[in-house]
C-alpha cells in the first residue's frame, strides 16, 4: 500500500534554532499534503495544507512565519519549525493525498521536544 | 462551521462488539475516515467510506453513515486487546478547488477481559 515517510521521527533541539520535518511519499504522486499538530491526550489540530508548487494554506491562529511549508515537489512536503520555543514541542503529522485519488496516507509522525 | 464530535472513551469487554459513534456538521463532506493511533504512533487509515454510501464492511470492521443526521459509526466485531488505541473520526470537505481534513477528538478504546 501507500506509503508515507516522515523524518525525523524524534528530534531535540535548542530553543531559537530552527528544525526541519521531511514528509515524503514514497510510492505514489501527492498533490496535496498536510500538516497536523497534536497536543497531549488532544486531537489532531490541522495547521496548514499545502499544495505542490504554490503557497501553502494556514489555518486560522498558524503562524506562517514561524511554521514555514514547502511543497517542491509532488513526493516532498518539508515543515520548518523556525526559531523553535519549548511551547512548539509537540507531535507532527503529515499526510497526503494521491493526486490521482482521495485516499489520504499519514505518516508516522515526528516528535519534537524543544529545550 | 466544521465540527466533528465523538464520546472520548469506550470500555468494551474482549469478544464483544465495539461501536464508536461520531457527528459531524458539514454537510459538504465528501468522505469520512476511520483512523487508529496506537501509543506512540502515527496514523493508520483503517477504513473509509464515499459520503453517497450508507454501509461499508471490511473484514471485522463495519462503517455505518447516516448522512441526513450526519452521523457516522463503526463497530468492531470481536474486539481484541490488539484494538486498544484511540479511534480518531475525520471528515474530507471540500472548499475553493481544495480540501481539508478535520478530525474528531479521537475516542480511546479499552478492552477488558
Known amino acids: 500500500g501507500a506509503v508515507v515517510s516522515q523524518h525525523p521521527s524524534r528530534v531535540i533541539c535548542k530553543s531559537g534554532t530552527s528544525v526541519k520535518i521531511e514528509c515524503r511519499s514514497l510510492d505514489f504522486q501527492a498533490t496535496t499534503m498536510f500538516w497536523y499538530r497534536q497536543f497531549p491526550k488532544q486531537s489532531l489540530m490541522l495547521m496548514a495544507t499545502s499544495n505542490e508548487g504554490s503557497k501553502a494554506t494556514y489555518e486560522q491562529g498558524v503562524e506562517k512565519d514561524k511554521f514555514l511549508i514547502n511543497h517542491a515537489s509532488l513526493t516532498l512536503s518539508t515543515l520548518t519549525v523556525t526559531s523553535a520555543h519549548p511551547e512548539d514541542s509537540s507531535f507532527y503529522i503529515c499526510?497526503?493525498?494521491?493526486?490521482?485519488?482521495?485516499?489520504?496516507?499519514f505518516g508516522e509522525g515526528s516528535w519534537l521536544t524543544v529545550v | 462551521g466544521e465540527d466533528v464530535e465523538q464520546s472520548l472513551f469506550l470500555s468494551v469487554r474482549e469478544g464483544d462488539s465495539s461501536v464508536i459513534n461520531c457527528t459531524y456538521t458539514d454537510s459538504s463532506s465528501t468522505y469520512l475516515y476511520w483512523y487508529k493511533q496506537e501509543p506512540g504512533a502515527g496514523l493508520q487509515l483503517l477504513t473509509y467510506?464515499?459520503?453517497?454510501?450508507d454501509m461499508k464492511q471490511d473484514q471485522r470492521l463495519t462503517v455505518l453513515l447516516n448522512k441526513k443526521d450526519k452521523h457516522l459509526s463503526l463497530r468492531i466485531a470481536d474486539t481484541q486487546t490488539g484494538d486498544s488505541a484511540i479511534y480518531f473520526c475525520a471528515e474530507s470537505i471540500r472548499y475553493s478547488s481544495a480540501s481539508k481534513i478535520i478530525f474528531g477528538s479521537g475516542t480511546r478504546l479499552s478492552i477488558r477481559p
Open positions: 499526510s497526503a493525498r494521491e493526486a490521482l485519488g482521495n485516499t489520504i496516507y
Open positions: 467510506i464515499f459520503s453517497n454510501m
